[in-house]
């Protein structure tokens, strides 16, 4: 969806970049959740749904002079706790590595002998007879687990990650944009202002971080969304990343850790 859209002419942090962003990424949660769940079960239509004519589609839906309000499915609880690494070595090989029990202590249960709680990420599924993501047995849930690992003509670009919920997709269009459309290095990306979905759906409020100018928000505002500025420890809801940049022609690495929690950079 996003492709289309020309943000790198825009300012990062006007009002028109984040209200097409803001909307892209509306769009693209209306689908997830109604399309994504156990592939074994419920296999989702990806190729239709990755479609450079269907994006077209669903991106003509975005008015340039108001919000949106699209339909949302689903109920999820939103997530917690995630940890996220990455790591690349000399030749180029990489990792991208993402791990949560999703709510405090997960299930509760620890695995006998292990000492090892097992996560509770089935609260992803909904109770709705007859949707992708019903409830069911031996079926995985829709989650947001998402480690990230970006190309760059077939050759690794940067493995990439932002915990935090239904703000790890989010939070990887905003790093994503600021690499690619703006040319910052990872810890710039990463320091930069973020918004939220906070619900991860159509109808959210759109959280908006210090950092973005009143009137920003105020045009926002007018544009119909729904914003709530967030500052100070409550920021902890746009999450916590971490990324590596691989230059691909002389292999030196670059990499960001996300100072809005604990994390840090190591080179060995």
Request: proline share 7%; hydrophobic share 40%; glycine share 12%.
């Amino acid at each position: 969806i996003a492709s289309g859209l020309d943000l790198a002419v825009l300012p990062w942090d006007s009002p028109e970049r984040l209200h097409l962003m803001v909307e892209a990424m509306r769009l693209a949660f209306a689908d997830a959740r109604h399309y994504i769940a156990d592939p074994a079960t419920n296999p989702a239509p990806l190729d239709a749904l990755l479609s450079a004519d269907y994006a077209a589609e669903r991106r003509h839906l975005i008015q340039h002079v108001r919000a949106m309000r699209p339909p949302t499915f689903g109920a999820p609880l939103p997530g917690s706790d995630t940890i996220y690494l990455c790591a690349v070595d000399g030749e180029g090989n990489a990792c991208s590595f993402i791990n949560s029990l999703y709510m405090g202590f997960g299930t509760g249960i620890v695995a006998k002998g292990t000492g090892v709680f097992l996560q509770n990420r089935g609260a992803g599924f909904t109770l709705m007879p007859g949707h992708a993501n019903a409830l069911a047995g031996g079926k995985r849930p829709y989650h947001t687990i998402i480690p990230g690992m970006a190309l760059k003509d077939g050759a690794l670009y940067a493995p990439f990650g932002v915990m935090g919920g239904y703000m790890q997709p989010q939070g990887h269009f905003q790093v994503i944009s600021a690499l690619l459309d703006d040319a910052l290095n990872p810890q710039a990306a990463l320091d930069r202002p973020r918004w939220c979905l906070l619900d991860g759906d159509g109808a959210s409020t759109l959280a908006v971080e210090e950092g973005y100018s009143v009137k920003t928000m105020a045009r926002l505002a007018e544009l119909g969304h729904r914003v709530q500025p967030v500052s100070g420890r409550a920021r902890g809801v746009f999450g916590d990343g971490h990324i590596i940049v691989r230059d691909p022609d002389s292999g030196v690495l670059f990499g960001g850790s996300d100072p809005r929690k604990d994390g840090q950079v190591a080179a060995y």
